[in-house]
Nanobody
């Protein structure tokens, strides 16, 4: 089990950039794949991106591919989501989640630990 805390959300103009951080507790952070999910008002939570334990494998939702980049620094127990070319449709609460997965997945059920979420609002 690992505790996660997201940060870095806020208000940004369309076309702008924002970097989210997911800070984890524990000494076994490198045993966990970490994913980012988001939930917009009135919509279901959706997969955004995920990264493997060492960071060598990443997957992205089609809606963010080419704009978002997920990365991790295991020495800092932190995963990042760099978001570029933001548009109002990216407005959502963003959550990070960790699962003891060898292969990172896109399903919420694969992740055991979840952060509290951080709000991202993109103005037009």
């Amino acid at each position: 089990q690992v505790q996660l805390v997201e940060s870095g959300g806020g208000l940004v103009q369309a076309g702008g950039s924002l970097r989210l951080s997911c800070a984890a507790s524990g000494r076994t952070f490198s045993d966990y794949a970490v994913g980012w999910f988001r939930q917009a008002p009135g919509k279901e939570r959706e997969f955004v991106a995920t990264i493997s334990r060492r960071g060598g494998t990443t997957f992205y939702a089609d809606s963010v591919k080419g704009r978002f980049t997920i990365s991790r620094d295991n020495a800092k127990n932190t995963v990042y989501l760099q978001m570029n070319s933001l548009n109002p449709e990216d407005t959502a609460v963003y959550y990070c989640a960790a699962g003891r997965l060898v292969i990172p997945g896109k399903g919420e059920y694969e992740y055991d630990s979840w952060g509290q979420g951080t709000q991202v609002t993109v103005s037009s």
